[in-house]
Structures are given as C-alpha cells and as structure tokens.
C-alpha cells in the first residue's frame, strides 16, 4: 500500500542517525592520542548502485529489485591535526554534525507529510 | 547501533574533559609545592585517554585509562634562604608551567562544550523522530 518513499526516507534517517553517531565518536575522542576519524560512506555508494539499472526493453519484463545499500563506517588513516597523531578536525566534526542532524530533521518532516497525504486520503478529502 | 548509546558516547567524552580539568586543577594548585609525601617536588601530571568499544559494533567512547607523570626536570631557582634549598643553593620546584596548564584548561573546557553540543544535536534528532505523524 505503501510507496516507496518511505522505505527511501527511513534509510536517509539510519543513514543521518549512524552518521551522527560517528561524529559523536570523533568529538569524543578528539584528544585521544592516536585516534583515527571515522566517516560514513553511504551517496556514492548510492550512486553506484542506481547506475546498475537492468533495462525493460518489453511491457512484460519486471522492473529490477532496487536494492539501497547498506552504509559503511570508515577510517580515515590519512589525516593528521596534532602531533600526537589524532585525526579529528574538531571545527569540521561539529559543524557537519549539526548539518547532518538539520537534515535529519528535513527526513523527518518529509516523513510527517508523507503520512499526512494518507491521512487525507484515509479520511475521505 | 542503538540510538541511545550514542549518548553514553557524549556522556564519556565529558567525563574523561572534566576528569581532565581536575589533574589542571591539581596541576595548578601545586604549581609551587616543593615537598610531597615522596621527599620531592609536585610533579606534573597528565591524563593518558584511550579509545575504548563501547558495543559489539565497535561504537568507540574515551576513557582516561591512567595518569603519568611529567619526566622532565624541575625547574632550579636559586634561593639559599629557603628551608628546601640544596647544598648547592638551589631549589627544585615542579615541572608545572602555570601558563601551559591555562592553555590546557581553554581546550578542555572546549573539548567538554563540543561534547555537549553533540549531545543536544543527538537529542534533538531524536525529538524530531518522535515527532513523526503528529502533523
């Protein structure tokens, strides 16, 4: 009954939350000696995966299973800020976490509206 | 992962920066002791902090796994009258640069403040999700 936009919108959030949850990790440990910044990798990934599109070439093919893929948390061993060897950019981390958790805000109120559409529907206009 | 560890994350990031303002603190007040319980000067301590796994996903929180002592030397002030004076005149005073731990406690105190900011934005996603077909 559902359209797709709520699977699409759910797996933004997951992404936004997971992703908060790696800035959190990094500004926790943005003194610890030796500690590498992590980040998710999810839009390219996207990218790639929406290229792979299977061609329906007749009226009876069905359409190919888009499968969304799955976010993955990576380290980055290239950056140093300090000379203890941490790589937390402390400026970079706070503000990307608070860009991120404004756009897990815009998922959720797209969410809301999706609902809403329903709900007018359900309620006969 | 599950939503609210990651505020257990934020919650040690400021224990282990307030932990870290008390050593600046002692730090600071014992700048001038010359006489402790082991016959010698106040030396400086530092927090050692490391990264630790708070779940099975590798979730990494901070904690503050021991405390070290400052091998350099101590500072030599040539003082004959004071009771501590060596043979030579000399009084060793610690190895704690009032100035540095200053330094120290502004970045603490910073590092404590992005904690709680992550915190209130993990919060506030977490509002915002609960706030999902209220309209």
Same mark, same amino acid.
């Given at each position: 009954m ?5 699977q699409i919108l759910k797996v ?8 908060q949850?790696?800035?959190?990790q990094?500004?926790a ?5 030796g500690?590498?910044r ?5 839009e ?13 070439t007749?009226?009876?093919h ?7 893929p799955?976010p993955?948390?990576e380290?980055?061993?290239?950056a140093f800020?300090r000379n203890?060897?941490?790589?937390v950019d ?8 608070v860009a991120?958790?404004?756009?897990y805000?815009? /998922?959720?109120? /797209? ?6 559409y ?7 206009v | 992962?599950?939503e609210?560890?990651?505020?257990n994350?934020s919650?040690?990031?400021m224990?282990?920066q307030?932990?870290? /303002? ?13 006489r402790?319980?082991r ?15 708070v ?5 990494s929180a901070?904690?503050?796994v021991?405390?070290?002592e ?12 004071h ?10 005073f ?8 200053m ?30 077909g209220?309209g």
């Amino acid at each position: 009954m559902f359209n797709t936009n709520f699977q699409i919108l759910k797996v933004g959030m997951d992404v936004a939350m997971l992703r908060q949850s790696v800035h959190t990790q990094n500004i926790a440990n943005a003194e610890t000696m030796g500690y590498r910044r992590k980040y998710v990798v999810f839009e390219e990934m996207l990218k790639e995966a929406s290229k792979l599109q299977l061609a329906t070439t007749h009226e009876k093919h069905l359409p190919s299973v888009r499968s969304l893929p799955r976010p993955k948390i990576e380290v980055d061993k290239q950056a140093f800020y300090r000379n203890d060897l941490n790589g937390v950019d402390i400026d970079y981390e706070v503000t990307q976490m608070v860009a991120n958790g404004l756009k897990y805000e815009v /998922l959720a109120r /797209l969410m809301s509206k999706n609902i809403e559409y329903y709900n007018t529907v359900l309620r006969g206009v | 992962m599950n939503e609210f560890t990651i505020f257990n994350v934020s919650a040690s990031g400021m224990t282990a920066q307030r932990f870290r /303002l008390d050593i600046i603190a002692s730090n600071i007040a014992n700048s001038e002791t010359t006489r402790t319980e082991r016959g010698e000067p106040y030396r400086r301590r530092i927090p050692i902090f490391a990264e630790y796994f708070v779940d099975k996903n590798k979730t990494s929180a901070v904690k503050v796994v021991r405390i070290e002592e400052d091998p350099s030397p101590f500072r030599l002030v040539y003082d004959p009258s004071h009771p501590d004076a060596g043979e030579d005149g000399y009084v060793r005073f610690p190895n704690v640069n009032v100035l540095r731990e200053m330094v120290d406690l502004i970045s603490a105190q910073r590092a404590y403040e992005a904690n709680v900011s992550a915190f209130n934005v993990t919060k506030s996603m977490i509002n915002s999700a609960l706030q999902i077909g209220r309209g």
